[in-house]
């Protein structure tokens, strides 16, 4: 996450992307990151149980978490209809700016665990 991403105007964010059944999830906080990592779940019941989970880490909740998801699924995916069952802010498209993953995540899905250590190297 790039410098100018960690500040107030994204606190109560969940940046989430779906590769799979791979979900890497990120919250930047004022103060820098305040959760990052990444989950293996094929049921969307329960990557939205591992989503509800994280926003609760973060102190947000899922009632004020703004969820912004993107990668390799569609608005019309079961896990979409899911969470804006039980997320108020939900909203699906393309990478934030902000968020740089390592290149050899965005190029290779199956090597999700530098997709932890590039968001690790932007802080």
């Given at each position: 996450i790039?410098?100018?991403?960690?500040?107030?105007?994204?606190?109560?964010?969940l940046f989430v992307q779906v590769v799979g059944d791979h979900l890497m999830v990120a919250a930047p906080g004022q103060d820098g990151l305040l959760?990052?990592?990444?989950?293996?779940a094929a049921m969307p019941?329960?990557?939205?149980?591992?989503?509800?989970?994280?926003?609760?880490?973060?102190?947000?909740?899922?009632?004020?978490?703004?969820?912004?998801v993107w990668g390799l699924?569609?608005?019309?995916?079961p896990l979409m209809l899911h969470l804006r069952q039980y997320f108020p802010h939900v909203s699906f498209?393309?990478?934030?700016t902000g968020i740089g993953i390592s290149n050899a995540f965005d190029e290779l899905p199956a090597t999700l665990a530098y997709a932890l250590l590039g968001l690790y190297g932007r802080i």
């Open positions: 790039r410098q100018g991403f960690l500040n107030t105007a994204y606190t109560g964010h959760f990052a990592n990444v989950f293996k019941e329960d990557q939205l149980l591992i989503l509800l989970l994280a926003a609760e880490e973060t102190g947000i909740g899922h009632a004020q978490a703004k969820l912004e699924t569609d608005e019309q995916a498209g393309k990478r934030p």
